[in-house]
């Protein structure tokens, strides 16, 4: 049941039908829900009493650093989808996922360094956290190569699914990284279990996650549907050389 | 230490980094859809 529901999408024609409406619903009500939070968390919070006003940027941070691990999950599953059921569009969404992830890590890392500074007087050292999340950023990088390198060459991109699936050792190393190591960061906040942040800045933050998310699902769509139309191009194109 | 240039420069950092992957991705798609239109449309 779940594999025929899987594969009604992978027509391209299908998932373009859906996409094409959506993308313009996720873009400008991520917009809306990321302006807003933002405003929210920056006007109508109160100082923290021992990080001061730093901890506004709590609502860049945090959605930055979710949806730079999240971006490379998406990688990881699409990976195993595309390599173990052939789906067709599952390569071509973990390619569109590698350049908003690899922004995302990017802004995490530079935001996180930003507050560092006036917080623990330096703007980066070495420990488990800071580190393994740079290791994402490069793993993002390395990833965007190997897809653009296949792509050229006209092969769907196995490898770079395989070193999707690898790289996703990482993902956990990053979340327990707190507490297998000492490390200048904070410990997780947010678990399954609740939350030790005050509700007036929690409100704002999860405001600000859901339109990080949205923005990266119509940033998703819009690289698919990007690629989807490149690949038409040139199997057009092919047709008309043929002739 | 004031803690406004910190605070104003992530979000700028932010502000910058998504509107230019907005942008630059939406500019992408509408190309490559009308190009791609545009070939279906010849004969």
């Not at chain 1, 995302?104 to 420990?127: E, H, K, M, Y």
């Not at chain 2, 240039?5 to 859809?33: C, D, H, N, Q």
Request: proline share 5%.
């Amino acid at each position: 049941m779940r594999r025929r529901v899987m594969h009604r999408f992978a027509n391209p024609a299908r998932f373009l039908r859906i996409a094409k409406p959506l993308t313009p619903w996720l873009l400008w009500l991520g917009i809306a829900l990321t302006l807003g939070a933002c405003l929210w968390g920056v006007f109508f919070t109160p100082t923290e009493r021992l990080m001061g006003d730093t901890v506004k940027i709590i609502f860049v941070h945090v959605p930055a650093a979710w949806l730079g691990m999240g971006g490379w999950t998406g990688i990881a599953i699409a990976s195993i989808v595309q390599l173990v059921w052939r789906h067709p569009l599952a390569g071509v969404s973990a390619r569109a996922i590698a350049v908003p992830g690899a922004t995302f890590a990017a802004i995490c890392l530079i935001t996180g360094s930003i507050w560092g500074r006036p917080t623990w007087g330096t703007w980066w050292v070495w420990d488990g956290r800071l580190t393994s999340m740079l290791v994402l950023f490069f793993l993002y990088l390395g990833y965007i190569a190997l897809s653009n390198a296949s792509s050229e060459k006209g092969d769907t991109s196995r490898v770079a699914a395989v070193f999707g699936i690898i790289g996703a050792v990482n993902i956990p190393i990053i979340n327990r990284s707190v507490i297998w190591w000492e490390s200048q960061h904070q410990k997780a906040s947010i678990t399954l279990g609740g939350s030790s942040i005050d509700q007036a800045y929690l409100v704002p933050l999860f405001v600000s996650v859901a339109g990080f998310s949205l923005l990266f699902g119509a940033l998703v769509l819009m690289r698919m549907r990007t690629a989807l139309a490149e690949m038409r191009i040139e199997a057009r194109m092919r047709r008309m050389a043929d002739y | 230490m004031p803690h406004a240039p910190f605070i104003i420069a992530s979000f700028v950092v932010t502000g910058v980094g998504i509107s230019w992957l907005v942008i630059s991705s939406y500019l992408a798609m509408r190309r490559a859809e009308a190009s791609a239109d545009e070939l279906r449309q010849q004969p």
